[in-house]
Every structure is written in structure tokens, then in C-alpha cells.
């Protein structure tokens, strides 16, 4: 299976590139496209209304949008009532009341975001491509980097919660107690101990999650438009993926003018420049047709199947 | 039969002094797991007291095993308005 995100600036058309791509590689591979903006078009690009769900479109393409708001609901009602399993004698509090109010934390929608590309990898096995239309920018970023930010995170938690459990185990190698404190037992070996558990089991999750972003199989599309404004912001895209160790494999210039050829040839030239001279580069002319309704917008006129062979 | 209850009755006490030592020797260790399960919950969670905070998600998948860790911060924070008692306690000076 083959992974493609495709990022860039709002309206430079990664939607509408993605669309296209998918609709040309389904000629001969089982394609599924997900838009994971939240202001979704996938549907309108096609012209069906996937609310929020799932569709296939002919016998080799799905397209999908996926609903964050539902995803980041449906987790907090699954965490609300593992606490509610936990903490049985707070019940009588208004547990969902408090979690109403998680879903306006920050971190929700990008866990949301990751937790859908996890699942729809996992889910597409007999997938030849899956390709993501991603939200804009800073959301993408954002999400891209939070599984290594998480493991981070579990890495330096699980080094704490280990001390923790060492000096558990000591105290009851003295004492001669089994870890019983107050009556209640506690836990000093990290199979036993519940967090360490779960923080093992998150740290698994996100590195195989940081691993598929990173992969061979995986490909990050730059769409910029002949502009100084969606030229810096692909800087920005660069940059991070840079940081992040993700494979940025194709530049795409999309919705280039006849005219203004000047300005068009310089952010080609500085594109190239920033994303590396090795990366595969494509032009994508403006086509007036299209622009102006005449041909679906997935129909752009430039062959795309070739540049997602890797 | 009084011989059989002297033995007892010192056998209780050598092993009520050896628990009392044993309890002596890990006194600070016990103070140390509850200062490293006090600074666990602390940053798990932070966001809520100011601190730099991990992703949300995070605290929210941990959260429902962390009674007791939620304990001791409480009784951290309940002991918190007499630290130079703490640490006396803690050094054992009466």
C-alpha cells in the first residue's frame, strides 16, 4: 500500500490534484481518498454529498471525509467511561458534563486527525493507494508531528513511572511487604502496573504510527501555486518536514498562467531550490476550462500516474 | 509453658524491632516513591495547574489509573502549607 498526503496553502488545489490523482490511478489500482479537512470538498469535486461518511465512487474508487467532530466525541465518550469504570463512587458527579468540555481542548482534533490515518491504514489492507487531502498548514504540521512529540512525551513518563516501580519493588524486598500500602496492593512490576502497561501499549501505537509516516511506502505532495504567499508557506511545509524526517517525494506547481511567466519561473526556481534539486518536480498549467466550470474539476489536464510510483 | 511463651512473646519482639529497622532503612525511599508518583501526576496533569502539559490525549488515556497518584497530589498540596515540617518529618528530626 501507498500512502500520499498531499499539503500546501489553502486554494492552491490540493483537493482538486488529489482528486485528479485518484482518479487516474484507479485506472488500475484500488484507490481510496480521504479528505481530512474539516471544511471538506471532496464530495463537491465529485458532485455527491458523502456527508461526513464514505462512498464508493466506480470499482476501484472510494472516497471518504472524515468527520472530526465525531471522532473526537466518540473517543472521549470511550475514555469517559473508562473513567467512570475506574472512579465507580464519582458517579454520583456529572462525569460526561466535565468531558463535554474536553473536546474544546487543544491537541483534540489533531489526536482525532492522527487516530483516523491510523485507522483507515489499518482498515485498508487490499488498498493499493490511500491518498489524504490534508487541512491547511498548521493543523497538518501539527498532527505530522504529534506522534513524535507523544513518544517524547511516553518515553520521559515511562522513565519516571519505571523509577517509581524500582523503588516499589525495593521497599517490598525490605520489608518483606507484597507492595501492600494502606491495604490496597501496589503494583512494582511493569507487567502488572496498569500505566506502565498503557504507556507501552501508546508508545507501540505512535511508533508504528511515526514509522508509517516515515516509510518507504509513504509520500509527502508540496502543492504551491505560482505565488510569493503559497510559496513561503511551502517553506514552512519544507522546514517541517524537514524536522519531522517525513519523505517529501513530489513538487507540484499547480495552476500555473500563460501569462506572467516570469513570476511563475522564479517560485519554480525557488521551490526546486528549497525542496532539494532530487525531488520530483510537476508543472500544472491553469487550465481555463476548468476554472470556469466547463470540465469537473478532476479532470486537469496533466498525467499524474507516474509520479506515484515509488 | 511459661518457657514456650517467653520464647514467643521474644520472638515477636526481635522480629517487631527487625520490622522497625527494616521500616527505618526504606523510610526515605518511601518518601522518595511518593515524591516521583506526586511529580508523575504533576505533569500529566499539568494543563491543569499551568504547567507545560503533555498532549491532552495523553492525560486523558492515563487518567483512569491514577487514583492514587491524584491522592498524593492532593495530600502534597494539603501538606504544602508546612514544608519545614515536612522536611523535618522527612530527615526524622524531632
Redesign the interface.
Known sequence: MRVVFFTGKGGVGKSTLAAAAARQLSRRHRVLLVSLDPAHNIGDIFGIDLAGGRRRLDGNLTLAEVDLGTMARE??EG?SR??A???RYLTTLNLERYFSV?KY????E??ALLTSIERTVREGGDLDYVLFDTPPTGLTLRFLA?PQ??TT??E??AA??R??LE??Y??GK???EDGRTAG?R?AFDEDED??MR??KT?RENYGALSALLRGEGTAMVLVCNPDLLSLRESRRLVDGFADLGLPLRLVVLNKVPSRDAAVAAEVEERLREMAGRDKRFLRVPLDEEIAGGRRPLYEIDAELEDFFVF | MKEKGFLTGLGRFLRGVGAAHRERAVALTRLEVRELENIFALLIMGSFIGLPAPPTFLAVELLPFMEREMRVVQRRAEDSCDMMAEMMGALGID
Open positions: 473517543y472521549l475514555q473508562a473513567l469504570d475506574t472512579y474536553l481542548s487543544p491537541g483534540i489533531e489526536y504529534l512529540v507523544t512525551w511516553i520521559r513518563l519516571i513511572r523509577q517509581i523503588k516499589r525495593t521497599i525490605i520489608t518483606k490496597v501496589l496498569e500505566i498503557r504507556l501508546l
